[in-house]
């Protein structure tokens, strides 16, 4: 099963997301997809790890999600995926198919054994970006998202730290 948690930045999202997997026994897994290129990123992977501490196992894959939660199901309870809109500016830097890349990811996340756990931005909710990277993104997220939530068995909003149940 698949269940997407929806947010704006640090809206509560992934903290709402932790909370939710850690109502599975262990062995939970976490999926991250930022890739550190810098001071402050490398300091929030840190600080994320040390958050999870040993309740988690993480695993860190910014493209080929779909394999890593294929090769992960039969092992463990929960994955979480933390964020899609991450993977998905991966994906895009990389020029790669985000529809072929989308498709494997829901046929992944749906198949059975573990729940899968997605955090994603609710980024369409603002104003227009000025540049056409950024509109680009914000229109493959929004398309990225509601195909998430139509393929999810629960979809959450959390909204200045109260998630709301939207399916």
Known sequence: MLKLVLGGARSGKSSFALSEGERFKSPRALLATMEP?????KLRVA?????RGRRWKTFEEPVKTAHLIKKLKPDFNVILV????????NLMLRNADITRETDAFIKAACAPGAVVI?????????????????RAFRDEAGRLNRRLA??????????AGLPQKIK
């Not at 933390?82 to 500016?89: A, G, M, N, V």
């Not at 139509?150 to 909204?159: F, I, K, R, S, Y």
Request: net charge negative.
């Open 82 to 89: 933390d964020c899609i809109t991450l993977w998905l500016s």
């Open 37 to 41: 290129m810098d001071g402050e990123t």
């Open 118 to 134: 997605a955090v994603s931005n609710e980024v369409g909710m603002s104003i227009v970006p000025e540049n056409a990277l950024a």
């Open 47 to 51: 600080t994320h790890k040390k958050e």
């Open 150 to 159: 139509a393929a999810a068995g629960e979809a959450w909003l959390v909204v």
